[in-house]
């Protein structure tokens, strides 16, 4: 009797590992499973480390704020977090308002084509995604308009998961994915029909800079929208919460300085931009996009005992715990934020550039 109430102990607790890692567990339909989280391109014995070398940016502050230094941040960061963004979130590693009545992913997909529906594409133009993560964005952005999407990210392993699915979706031939630097494009002036960045050029230590590219890049009468991460006009600089909340999501989202919503605009006219349209797409009657992040936190527990586990027996490597938790935190910052109506993700702005001027004859 003894022995079978082992065996059955055992077989339940086998079978709950089972359900929590392969069943409830993000996987597939997502792009990664949870026995599959690595370190991006970090090998598993140094993701550990890198995770400290990550949190030391924050001590020496002066440093971030050198375009020299971010880079290497940014990739750092996202080296470390991509998997576990794949798996718990998606291939789109952005929020958008929630719909009643619609899934997170059908809202997701619906943010995004807004942002090409803004830029007015026609099928077979060339099209640029600032900072195109895993792909989500660029997916469904193509298969909706029908336009050539060129993503560039920092990170060489999220160019090789991008690539993965965009063959997986079966649109490759729509979809290109550049290893590079979105403050120094490899791109010949003048050459996109029109831009977009989705929640990306955050990461920029200067705005200035990363709008001059893509002004660069772009075609003159073109359109680029960005969907910009600021605190907003409830911010205030002199409140503690409020400033703990903004360093929370700055530190734990590779951020060198959020911008206050304010900034934007006269950074876009300075590079030459004309501002067609500026709009917080997360005011009402917007739903809140922090939702998500709210019944997102059983997700959370659950994902954090696979990923502990997982960790304990050598299959995912050490120091993946260590991230997971700061992305944890990190949602309750952000949570935080929306609630007190501090800051928002979809700080909405809609440029062109100018049309060239006519040569007179």
């Known amino acids: 009797m003894d022995s079978l109430a082992l065996f059955c102990t055992g077989a339940l607790l086998a079978g709950g590992l089972f359900w929590f890692v392969c069943i409830l567990g993000p996987a597939e339909q997502k ?9 991006g391109s970090i090998s598993a014995e140094k993701v550990q480390d890198n995770y400290k070398q990550y949190w030391s940016f924050f001590r020496r502050p002066k440093e971030i704020e050198t375009a020299e230094k971010v880079p ?4 750092t960061f996202y080296n470390l977090v991509t998997d576990i963004y794949e798996w718990g979130w998606g291939q789109s590693f952005h929020f958008s308002p929630s719909i009643p009545g619609k899934s997170h992913r059908d809202a997701t997909r619906l943010h995004e084509e807004m942002a090409v529906d803004l830029i007015d594409v026609k099928p077979g133009q060339r099209i640029l995604d600032v900072g195109c993560g895993v792909g989500g964005p660029m997916r469904a952005i193509a298969a909706h308009s029908r336009a050539k ?8 392993y999220q160019v090789n998961r991008a690539r993965l699915h965009n063959k997986k979706a079966g649109l490759d031939s729509l979809c290109e994915v550049v290893c590079g630097n979105f403050l120094e494009m490899p791109f010949p002036d003048n050459s ?9 050029t955050c990461h920029a230590p200067k705005l200035e800079d990363v709008y001059a590219e893509v002004f660069r890049v772009l075609k003159p009468g073109s359109l680029y929208v960005s969907y910009e991460w600021v605190t907003t006009d409830k911010y205030r600089g002199d409140n503690p919460e409020h400033v703990e909340i903004i360093q929370g999501i700055e530190r734990g989202d590779a951020l060198p300085g959020l911008r206050s919503y304010g900034d ?9 931009f004309e501002v067609v349209k500026e709009k917080d797409l997360a005011k009402p009657p917007a739903q809140p996009w922090w939702t998500r ?16 586990i997982l960790a304990a027996l050598g299959i995912a490597p050490k120091g993946t715990v260590d991230v997971h938790e700061m992305l944890f935190k990190t949602a309750d910052y952000l949570t935080r934020g929306g609630d007190t109506g501090i800051f928002t993700p979809m700080h909405m702005i809609l440029l062109r550039k100018p049309e060239a001027p006519k040569s007179s004859s």
Do not use: P
């Open 31 to 39: 792009g990664k499973r949870a026995v599959d989280l690595s370190g």
């Open 72 to 75: 290497d941040f940014v990739d």
């Open 149 to 156: 999407v060129v993503g560039i990210t920092i990170n060489d």
């Open 192 to 200: 996109f029909d029109g831009a977009y960045s989705i929640e990306a």
């Open 264 to 272: 934007i605009a006269e950074t876009a006219k300075k590079v030459g």
């Open 293 to 308: 992040l709210k019944m997102g936190r059983i997700a959370y527990w659950r994902n954090h005992i696979v990923v502990t």
